[in-house]
């Protein structure tokens, strides 16, 4: 099964936008490699948009990757970054035209499925640009979806229509695998903190087999790259990766890997909370935005543990606090939360009836936890 859990990995569009080539996807597995980040469950390298041609092939109909970017064509990198133990990646789109204007796979779906196999492709990325006027994007994706099935390869079909059409009800019946569900993110607080926001509703839609993709990270761009904009300080950033972990969202790792700071590194790569988002379970959290000024998500893990998240979204310094009574834990049957916090590996202990503290704007805090007396 495809997408068991949250799928990981990297995505080029964040920082390279349509400056990708050989080299730099090269070095880009290399890196993931010697930072050790295939063993904290990223695996699948990902070549967004700009890869090919501006014109498929007039003779045989293919889309035909760029000569300059990847003069020993796409089989070639497949295959590097096969023989890191990584998996690869391609991108294509719906429409006429890709979203930066390359050939889109429209009415050629069963053939670019077919070449896309012939690279050795593991993961689709299918965008939503350039759609004819009269066109059906549910059947569009439908059709993708099966010409994947079609094409002789395993290949994890990534929708990316935007949340348009009410996606997370249909998408699952397409056969994707993850699903963006918001426009695209830049890397900022604003455009983080309101794509987490616009998603609280739509959580439960998200299971094992098909996640939804609130977009690939900005953890640790600072502010460098193709969707730069004012940047985000580490907290930020932190608050980002926990909220995608609460989620269960795919991991899609944005920054410029190959030099990734410490700081990041030990972020994306924390144990507990790759573990929260990839719990075989995948259940949304219960909400709660009315105890001390900054809100409460609270998930339900396998093997009887919780996880616990208090995100500032505010510009000021808010309470971070919950009455355990509301998550359904009532004071006189004598039980509480035994917490760890899951950002420093602190063992808090047993607290009981409630828990704050105070939190600084946009920051956040995770525990992971079991009921206890
Ligand atoms: C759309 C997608 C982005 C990226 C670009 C590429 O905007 O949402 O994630 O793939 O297209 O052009």
């Known amino acids: 099964m495809l997408a068991k859990t949250p799928p990981m990995g990297f995505n080029t569009w964040n920082t390279f936008g349509e400056n990708i080539s050989d080299k730099v996807i090269r070095e880009l597995a290399d890196a993931i490699i010697e930072k050790g980040l295939d063993k904290a469950g990223y695996e699948y390298l990902v070549i967004d948009d700009c890869w090919s041609e501006r014109e498929r092939d007039p003779v045989t109909g293919k889309i035909v990757p760029s000569k300059e970017k990847f003069p020993e064509g796409m089989k070639a990198v497949s295959d590097y970054v096969h023989s890191k133990g990584l998996k690869f990646g391609m991108y294509s789109c719906d429409g006429t035209r890709t979203c930066a204007d390359y050939p889109g796979s429209f009415d050629h779906e ?26 059906n994007g549910p059947y569009l994706y439908r059709r993708m979806g099966l010409a994947l099935k079609a094409c002789g390869r395993e290949i994890l079909f990534s929708a990316c229509n935007w949340g348009c059409d009410e996606v997370h009800k249909w998408i699952r019946s397409a056969g994707a695998h993850m699903y963006r569900s918001t426009g695209d993110i830049n890397d900022s607080w604003i455009s983080m903190r309101d794509i987490a926001l616009s998603q609280k509703e739509n959580l439960c839609y998200s299971a094992p087999g098909c996640f939804n993709d609130v977009d690939m990270l900005t953890c640790g761009m600072h502010n460098e790259g193709n969707v730069s904009s004012t940047g985000c300080t580490d907290e930020e950033y932190r608050t980002e990766f926990a909220l995608w972990c609460m989620y269960s969202a795919p991991l899609m790792l944005g920054s410029d890997i190959r030099k990734m700071d410490d700081t990041t590194l030990k972020l994306v790569t924390n144990k507990t909370l790759i573990r929260i988002n990839q719990d075989e379970e995948a259940r949304p959290p219960f909400i709660r935005n009315t105890d001390g000024g900054s809100t409460v998500f609270f998930k339900h893990l396998s093997n009887n543990e919780f996880a616990l998240l208090f995100v500032n979204f505010d510009d000021c310094e808010r309470w971070g606090r919950v009455y355990f009574d ?10 509480g939360l035994d917490l760890t916090d899951a950002y420093t590996g602190e063992h808090v202990g047993v607290k009981k009836e409630f828990w704050q503290f105070r939190l600084a704007p946009h920051d956040s805090r995770m525990y992971i936890g079991t009921l206890s007396k």
């Open 110 to 135: 069963f053939l670019d499925a077919e070449t896309f196999a012939e690279y050795g492709a593991d993961f689709l990325k299918y965008d939503n640009c350039y759609r004819p006027e009269d066109s």
């Open 326 to 335: 509301g998550l359904g834990i009532p004071a006189d049957t004598g039980y």
